[in-house]
């Protein structure tokens, strides 16, 4: 790892990104981490001249985590889409156009399902509709014996529309459809978070090579990698400025030093010793498979009330 004059780390290694039905490995170079500056905490997210491509990284960052939890957290046939939508006269002293107002009401209909069911689990997206009313979908575990009529009244605040997902095919079809409503809705999100979802809804475990923990991962997986099949799926390289190179003794890898971030490579900066600095990523699927790291799916149960 070499720090350079930009304060930026640059740091090599491989990635373990590791989900209920795949396996992938990313060799990664020349990634940057932006260094703290002060004691406040890290430059401003998405500031200055990179402000829209670091929307589009944090965009393609929302969906890929929605898409892991889902195959994660769910399987068909104990799980069920569902789309609440907000009619005003129920809601008169809200503005429904207001993402705050309907994430409050969002947000007290799950404590009441909470209240109602054990192992609640969800992955909401939202977007407005034609009127610029805020609606949500969502993947959760309701099972095929929960009815929309008992949602509905846990709802109370619109409509509810409720699927249950019966085979592979409608989930990721439903995935999908979750996936075009934070599109939808990119515009609106900006400076937000993308999406909603319960704390038992499961990420992709992932293991970094340049920590401690992710060497110890790496080596305790190492056997196992090794008698797997493995296709390299596609390769993606990022300019990241111009640099010069040194070796590093230790390694006998070329590290970077003296960074200009964000400068093209012209015929005076070549001829000081200068050359185009990319981050690249090699994506690996492996044949390996790691379900028992996971909880099994399973469908919310309605708790038994007591009498009154």
């Known amino acids: 790892m070499s720090i350079s004059k930009n304060r930026a780390a640059y740091i090599s290694g491989l990635k373990l990104n590791i989900s209920r039905n795949r396996f992938q490995i990313v060799d990664c170079s020349n990634m940057t981490f932006p260094r703290r500056t002060d004691n406040a905490g890290h430059p401003p997210r998405g500031a200055g001249k990179h402000l829209a491509m670091n929307y589009k990284r944090r965009n393609h960052k929302r969906k890929e985590n929605v898409k892991d939890m889902c195959y994660n957290s769910f399987e068909a046939g104990s799980c ?51 009127r610029g009313n805020w609606h949500y979908h969502m ?57 909603l979802s319960s704390r038992n809804a499961e990420r992709n475990i992932v293991h970094k090579t340049w920590t401690p923990e992710g060497e110890a991962a790496l080596a305790a997986l190492q056997d196992k990698i090794q008698q797997s099949k493995v296709k390299k799926t596609y ?36 001829a000081q010793g200068y050359v185009v600095l990319k981050a690249s990523f090699a994506y690996y699927n492996i044949s390996l498979r790691c379900p028992e790291q996971f909880s099994i799916p399973t469908a919310a149960v309605r708790k038994q009330q007591p009498k009154k």
């Open 139 to 195: 993947i959760c575990n309701f099972g095929q014996t929960t009815t929309r009529k008992e949602i509905a009244a846990i709802w109370k605040h619109g409509s509810v529309d409720m699927t249950h997902i019966k085979d592979k095919d409608h989930l990721r079809n439903s995935i999908f459809y979750l996936l075009k409503n934070m599109r939808d809705a990119a515009d609106d999100l900006f400076g937000r978070k993308g999406y």
């Open 80 to 130: 069920a889409f569902v789309t609440l939508t907000f009619a005003p006269k129920r809601c008169p002293d809200k503005d429904l156009k207001d993402l705050n107002a309907t994430h409050a009401l969002f947000k007290n209909f799950i404590k009441r399902v909470n209240f109602l069911y054990d192992d609640f689990c969800y992955v909401a997206t939202f977007a407005r509709q034609s």
């Open 235 to 270: 390769e993606t390289s990022e300019p990241l400025g111009v640099a010069k190179f040194i070796t590093d003794p230790s390694t006998g890898e070329d590290v970077p030093v003296d960074v200009l971030a964000g400068e093209e490579l012209t015929d005076e900066l070549k």
